[in-house]
């Protein structure tokens, strides 16, 4: 699967913009086009099974972006780590969808970005229900495991 035409994002943030500006626009080929085409790419949505492989990560944000819910995110980063042609970032999604009166519970995401000849690209993406206060995590050390 080709990646469809596109700026090429610059820097890991520039790719973490795209991913979200494509899935609050439910835009399957914007959303593709900043996944990178490896093998080894997996996404886990909330409370999902790991899709691992770009066909897979393919057919599972296709499956998401045409159920008809348009998403808007408001983003509170964690943690934001860049080191050679890696960067994770860290953040909780807070999200309302369209027709909705509230904004649904956070999700803790988890997005590694990969620096490709194309550009930034994203090859993982964990999503789960956030069980933390959120302000104890903004005082939490700033630490992994």
Not at 10 to 29: C, I, L, N, V
Not at 64 to 82: D, K, V, W, Y
Request: proline share 7%.
């Amino acid at each position: 699967m080709e990646q469809t035409a596109s700026p090429s994002p610059a820097t890991p943030r520039e790719a973490e913009k795209a991913f979200y500006q494509a899935f609050e626009q439910a835009d399957a080929e914007a959303m593709l086009a900043v996944w990178d085409d490896g093998a080894d790419v997996v996404c886990i949505h909330p409370m999902g099974q790991a899709l691992g492989g770009r066909e897979a990560v393919a057919r599972g944000w296709r499956e998401i972006l045409a159920s008809g819910h348009r998403m808007h995110f408001t983003l509170i980063p964690l943690q934001f780590t860049e080191d050679g042609d890696l960067a994770v970032s860290l953040v909780y999604e807070h999200i309302r969808v369209d027709g909705e009166s509230r904004t649904r519970p956070p999700i803790l995401a988890t997005n590694v970005y990969r620096r490709t000849p194309g550009g930034w690209r994203i090859v993982a993406h964990h999503a789960s229900p956030a069980v933390v206060d959120l302000e104890a995590a903004r005082q939490a050390p700033r630490s992994l495991h």
